[in-house]
């Protein structure tokens, strides 16, 4: 492996330090590891770059000249790395994010203005949808996933959990009737999803196991958005997040209902993202800031 640039750092530490034994204590090296490295340098330059004494170190000619020439390159080498680690935060880049309909506005949408007041040259390509997307046939840097993860080579960052409950509008529990068991749930107006992950069923707690139950009902959409303006409307019953539903419970909108049946009813939501340790610092800026403030929007659920 060629690491030119690692036997310049030495070179020039020696030449700094006075000695091998100086340079390579301040290295965490050993005296020979550093006299073996200078050796092969000499011998694969054709050149002298010392002269040694058991008094002191001096540079010859041609060692005058590496010297002088490693410096340069050592702090060339420097700056390039200075400007991609610190100054990308100034140049900026565009963070392209997903994220479900529900969790996008109400969760992610509000801490937007906050993140471009830390970071203006930071652009956000935001698509919500509660399809599943592709990170890599879309180009998404960050998603934001609602439960269980598939394998694969990506990273997630765990935001929490979205709890759900079944509600309903007051209009429509006067029309209908309350449920007071699952059993009655057949009876009801189920609104439900169409995406491919989506099924019929809604987990239920029975006689303290829990069961998946098929359910109906007159609509079926691809967000979460959806059913939840249909439910306000009196359309019928929606299984729901609890982030989602929040603001409407709290007016009045809507009525939970069939509370102890869902009691363990949740999903795990994780940011997914691609990069590893040497991860964009668009990236790695918005993750940083999103993700803790993000798990707090979701606890303030509870």
């Not at 550093?34 to 002191?56: H, P």
């Not at 994220?99 to 203006?120: D, I, N, R, T």
Request: contains cysteine.
């Amino acid at each position: 492996m060629d690491n030119r640039a690692g036997e310049m750092q030495v070179f020039t530490r020696v030449i700094e330090a006075g000695s091998f034994t100086e340079a390579a204590r301040l290295m965490l090296m050993t005296p020979s590891t550093v006299s073996k490295l200078i050796g092969r340098l000499e011998n694969r330059l054709g050149v002298r770059l010392l002269e040694r004494s058991t008094r002191r170190l001096s540079l010859t000619a041609e060692g005058q000249v590496y010297y002088e020439r490693s410096l340069a390159l050592i702090g060339e080498l420097d700056d390039v790395e200075r400007s991609l680690s610190q100054g990308v935060a100034s140049s900026g880049g565009t963070v392209r994010v997903n994220a479900s309909v529900a969790f996008g506005v109400l969760g992610l949408e509000p801490l937007l203005p906050a993140f471009w007041h830390e970071h203006q040259k930071i652009a956000v390509d935001l698509s919500l949808s509660d399809e599943i997307v592709d990170l890599y046939l879309d180009r998404t840097d960050v998603a934001f996933r609602v439960g269980p993860l598939q394998g694969s080579a990506m990273i997630a960052r765990k935001i929490g959990v979205a709890h759900r409950k079944i509600v309903a509008s007051p209009d429509y529990l006067e029309r209908h009737g309350t449920p007071r068991a699952v059993d009655e749930l057949a009876v009801h107006n189920c609104l439900g999803f169409n995406f491919r992950r989506a099924a019929p069923v809604w987990p239920l707690k029975e006689s303290g196991r829990v069961v998946d139950r098929t359910v109906n009902g007159s609509l079926l959409a691809n967000n979460g958005e959806t059913v939840r303006r249909m439910a306000i409307a009196g359309i019928g019953l929606a299984r729901l997040a609890d982030y989602h539903v929040r603001a409407d419970l709290n007016a009045g909108r809507l009525v939970e209902v069939l509370s102890e049946a869902v009691e363990s009813d949740g999903e795990l939501i994780h940011a997914l993202y691609l990069g590893g340790p040497r991860l964009p610092f668009r990236v790695r800026a918005f993750l940083d800031f999103v993700c803790p403030r993000l798990q707090g929007f979701l606890q303030a659920s509870r």
